[in-house]
């Protein structure tokens, strides 16, 4: 019984995913979808990192400083996690499973769970936004952007961006506890 479940699940899963995938048929979608992952590999996330203290310098605030710490630790915790759980699992990417998956991204590495893009743009959008809410009007789109643009490139299955997802959220919320905003 469980096993039926598992493979339906499996199959939906790949069914998504090919559906989404087939929106490479425009190279525009491509281009795109590729630049925000790229955007996702880590680039806006060092951004962040690095302007948040300087607008706490410019602002003589700490905030600043407190969010940007956070999103380093978070994230150093984020990566191990993550690297733990796929190197584990060992779930192949769907485009290597599957022929008719499109892939012309190269991923940062061989298995697909769970989407660390997705992890990681949760977690720092979830931090940050805590810390500074206005940030979500530009980071939460952004995050979405990041977690459909891994489905779009053929490189993750729904249900990885999904655990992703949760796993990022569920982090943010463990360092909002240890280190909440000040105001």
Same mark, same amino acid.
């Given at each position: 019984?469980?096993?039926?479940?598992?493979?339906?699940?499996?199959?939906?899963?790949?069914?998504?995913?090919?559906?989404?995938?087939?929106?490479?048929?425009?190279?525009?979608?491509?281009?795109?979808?590729?630049?925000?992952?790229?955007?996702?590999?880590?680039?806006?996330?060092?951004?962040?990192?690095? &302007? !948040?203290?300087?607008?706490?310098?410019? #602002?003589? +605030?700490?905030?600043?400083?407190?969010?940007? /710490?956070?999103? %380093? @630790?978070?994230?150093?915790?984020?990566?191990?996690?993550?690297?733990?759980?796929?190197?584990?699992?060992?779930?192949?990417?769907?485009?290597?499973?599957?022929?008719?998956?499109?892939?012309?991204?190269?991923?940062?590495?061989?298995?697909?769970?769970?989407?660390?893009? &997705? !992890?990681?743009?949760?977690?720092?959008? #979830?931090? +940050?936004?805590?810390?500074?809410?206005?940030? /979500?009007?530009? %980071? @939460?789109?952004?995050?979405?952007?990041?977690?459909?643009?891994?489905?779009?490139?053929?490189?993750?299955?729904?249900?990885?961006?999904?655990?992703?997802?949760?796993?990022?959220?569920?982090?943010?919320?463990?360092?909002?506890?240890?280190?909440?905003?000040?105001?």
């Amino acid at each position: 019984m469980m096993m039926a479940m598992l493979e339906k699940l499996d199959q939906l899963d790949y069914q998504i995913c090919r559906t989404f995938n087939q929106a490479l048929q425009w190279s525009s979608v491509h281009r795109f979808f590729g630049l925000i992952s790229r955007l996702g590999d880590g680039p806006v996330w060092y951004v962040l990192m690095i &302007t !948040l203290p300087i607008m706490a310098w410019l #602002t003589n +605030t700490t905030e600043g400083y407190y969010a940007s /710490g956070s999103l %380093l @630790v978070s994230g150093l915790a984020g990566l191990m996690l993550y690297r733990f759980l796929k190197d584990r699992l060992a779930r192949e990417r769907p485009f290597i499973a599957y022929h008719d998956i499109d892939c012309r991204h190269q991923p940062l590495d061989r298995y697909s769970f769970p989407s660390g893009h &997705t !992890l990681h743009a949760v977690m720092f959008t #979830t931090i +940050t936004v805590a810390w500074f809410p206005i940030m /979500g009007i530009v %980071l @939460v789109p952004l995050t979405s952007l990041i977690a459909l643009s891994r489905l779009v490139l053929g490189l993750h299955y729904p249900t990885d961006v999904i655990v992703g997802a949760f796993i990022g959220f569920g982090l943010a919320q463990y360092m909002l506890i240890l280190l909440p905003p000040l105001s």
